[in-house]
């Protein structure tokens, strides 16, 4: 199988772990390694939902190093919400968060699953908490102001807009 991945060739890699996975008896870290290759290939293949779901088994499998739990996390809220599931993306994220809270990265994202989910009080909320007081950048800005605008919150939509506005002048031509 990594002779195969090493070579890029995907289809033969798949053949090569699932006759790993049938050789019997195996160890749970035998498992995990084995898994860890056909993460690596759903990966490659862009098959986010496949790879998510056997991330969260890889997690829950005891074998997972301490170490590297808090970033695997991360990776598996971006799987979710390539997957488009954003409720499991937004709770693994704010999970990921409660580690790692300065994650500005993984804090658009919850504003963006909220959005995608047409929760946007949740997605305006999420937003300017990742604003945290201060002048908010032009995505955050676009996402709430978005966000008012499928409301019909005029009030919200003009000063999102007012402060989008702002923000592009400061920028300059």
């Known amino acids: 199988a990594q002779t195969a991945i090493g070579r890029k060739q995907w289809d033969t890699a798949q053949k090569a772990i699932r006759q790993a996975q049938s050789v019997q008896p195996r160890s749970a870290y035998e498992d995990y ?3 860890e290759l056909q993460l690596y290939v759903y ?3 862009g098959r986010n939902a496949d790879a998510a779901k056997l991330l969260e088994q890889q997690m829950a499998s005891g074998q997972m190093p301490a170490g590297e ?11 979710y919400f390539r997957a488009n599931n954003y409720g499991k993306a937004i709770q693994v994220a704010n999970d990921y968060l409660k ?22 009080k949740g997605a305006i909320a999420a937003a300017q908490k990742l604003a945290g007081g201060g002048q908010p950048s032009e995505d955050i800005l676009q996402l709430i102001l978005r966000s008012n605008y499928e409301l019909g919150d005029k009030a919200g939509t003009a000063k999102a807009l007012e402060q989008t506005l702002t923000v592009l002048e400061q920028k300059g031509p």
């Not at 739990?69 to 971006?78: F, I």
């Not at 790692?100 to 989910?117: F, I, S």
């Open 43 to 45: 990966l490659q293949q």
């Open 33 to 35: 390694k084995i898994n």
């Open 99 to 120: 580690a790692v809270p300065g994650d500005r990265e993984m804090q658009m994202m919850v504003a963006q699953g909220y959005y995608q989910q047409k929760n946007y």
């Open 69 to 79: 739990r808090t970033q695997r996390s991360k990776t598996l809220a971006q799987l």
